[in-house]
């Protein structure tokens, strides 16, 4: 059962572009909501982390948006970089088990000079 | 400052062998995670350490895969007799404490395991 549901797979932006992706999650025990960032050959890097008692939370050009009622949450990057293309993951974990990372599948973003 | 190191970085098999990975989490960090991630996926869950403790192992996809963590820094996850379905990049992520509301795991750069 994937509890994590993520898109678009991949996504092609222009430079100076919004780059969108969402998720969506199943487990109402889950109350921590971060976004990693991965290039290849690499491991993943917490990009930006969100709580569900804020709707959103903006770190320079990265803002998580939150929606708890609908069980939904998603990543724009303003004013996309070609240095920002890379995987993007969002996850979920809750203190109930442990504070293990349920990853959604992945998003590749290419950003495009 | 030194972040999580992996070794080897990659490591090739011959199907039926057994292989042991290393994980070095960042000093002093209390939990540690494994993960394993298959080409064009997300990480998934293997098991979970607080300290030398494994609170967590159901990520586990068989009993060939074993963890542990004698003395609460250094990991090692050993898998026996390699399938070709083992084939993966296997990350280890760090935390500095365990048990509270989410707090950041920071990943080291993986493992890559190809079976052959």
């Known amino acids: 059962q994937q509890q994590v549901k993520q898109s678009p797979q991949s996504l092609i932006v222009q430079k100076g572009g919004i780059s969108i992706i969402n998720c969506a999650y199943e487990n109402t025990a889950f109350d921590y909501f971060p976004w990693y960032q991965q290039f290849p050959g690499k491991g993943p890097a917490l990009l930006i982390a969100?709580?569900?008692?804020?709707s959103e939370k903006k770190e320079g050009r990265f803002t998580i948006s939150f929606n708890k009622s609908a069980k939904q949450f998603s990543l724009h990057i303003m004013d996309s970089q070609p240095g920002d293309s890379a995987t993007y993951f969002c996850a979920a974990s809750t203190p109930a088990a442990g504070n293990k990372l349920t990853f959604g599948g992945g998003t590749r973003v290419l950003v495009k000079p | 400052g030194a972040g999580v190191s992996q070794s080897p970085r990659y490591k090739v098999a011959k199907r039926g062998q057994d292989v042991a990975l290393r994980c070095d989490p960042i000093s002093g960090h209390v939990s540690l995670f494994w993960y394993q991630q298959a080409l064009g996926q997300g990480p998934e869950f293997l098991t979970y350490?607080?300290?030398?403790?494994?609170?967590?192992k159901s990520g586990l996809p068989s009993d060939r895969f074993f963890a542990e963590r004698p003395e609460g820094s250094v990991s090692t996850l050993k898998i026996q007799r390699t399938q070709q379905e083992d084939s993966a990049v296997y990350l280890c992520a760090s935390s500095l404490a365990g048990g509270g509301l989410g707090e950041t795991q920071y990943f080291g750069p993986g493992t890559r395991l190809l079976v052959l």
């Open positions: 350490f607080q300290n030398e403790a494994q609170l967590d």
């Open positions: 969100i709580r569900p008692d804020v």
